[in-house]
């Protein structure tokens, strides 16, 4: 139990355009789903933390007008790169987290790798 | 300034032997902890966690280990086999296991035959 999912599982695309990354969660309700973004050799990097049916709370340095995030129902968020560039180009990922027992943790997806040109 | 610090970027062993990854904190409020295992462009697997009030957690060959005091963990893994070779990442939050969570760089530990 408790899979992610993350699609596409890597993005190449102009600058200029946006991106659209979906996160899933298989078999349990995410209340609560977060985007990460990781850069070579460094850390998880909090973006923001969004709950179903509200508003994203963005991390402190991150663009939430460049980074959108809609989690519309207890098992699907997306994160949309609006207008990418070149130092957008990272290792997104996101996790899930349910309410008790297993899934008071996070759970996270593969990650997309998404490269702007 | 980094709130979760893993000093080592990389640890290597002996197939069988002891693997000791270490971590430290420096905010006093972090009450909750947990390790992270992630192999190259996937995302992380949760491999075990210790809250505060606790000094040890174990689950088969993987051991937390948590010194309050010293604002320091560690995870054990014994004995270590091949296909433990990954990046471990520690990570903390406040507010226990629904707080967000701060992570480590990470230690990539190669495991050889």
């Known amino acids: 139990g408790a899979v992610v999912s993350q699609h596409p599982s890597r993005v190449i695309c102009k600058s200029g355009t946006s991106v659209k990354i979906e996160c899933r969660s298989l078999?349990?309700?995410?209340?609560?789903m977060f985007w990460y973004r990781q850069f070579p050799k460094q850390s998880l990097m909090l973006m923001a933390t969004?709950?179903?049916?509200?508003?994203?709370?963005?991390e402190q340095g991150v663009e939430k007008d460049k980074f959108l995030i809609n989690h519309a129902s207890l098992t699907l968020s997306t994160l949309t790169v609006t207008s990418a560039h070149p130092e957008d180009s990272s290792f997104y990922i996101c996790?899930?987290?349910?309410?008790?027992?297993?899934?008071?943790?996070?759970?996270f997806g593969p990650g997309t790798r998404l490269t702007v040109l | 300034d980094q709130q979760v610090k893993q000093n080592s970027p990389s640890l290597s062993v002996q197939e069988g032997r002891i693997s000791i990854l270490n971590c430290d904190y420096t905010?006093?409020?972090?009450?909750?902890f947990l390790w992270y295992k992630k192999y190259p462009a996937e995302g992380p697997t949760f491999l075990i966690s210790?809250?505060?009030?606790?000094d040890k957690n174990e689950d088969g060959r993987f051991t937390v280990f948590l010194n309050k005091s010293a604002k320091h963990l560690s995870l054990h893994i014994v004995p270590s086999q091949p296909g433990d070779s990954a990046v471990y990442f520690c990570?903390?939050?406040?507010?226990?296991?629904?707080?967000?969570?701060?992570f480590g760089k990470g230690t990539k530990l190669s495991v050889k035959p």
């Open positions: 078999d349990f309700q995410a209340t609560t």
């Open positions: 969004s709950n179903e049916g509200s508003k994203a709370t963005y």
């Open positions: 990570a903390a939050s406040e507010g226990g296991s629904l707080g967000n969570l701060i």
């Open positions: 996790s899930a987290r349910g309410w008790g027992g297993v899934y008071n943790e996070q759970f």
């Open positions: 210790i809250s505060s009030i606790k």
């Open positions: 905010n006093s409020m972090f009450d909750y």
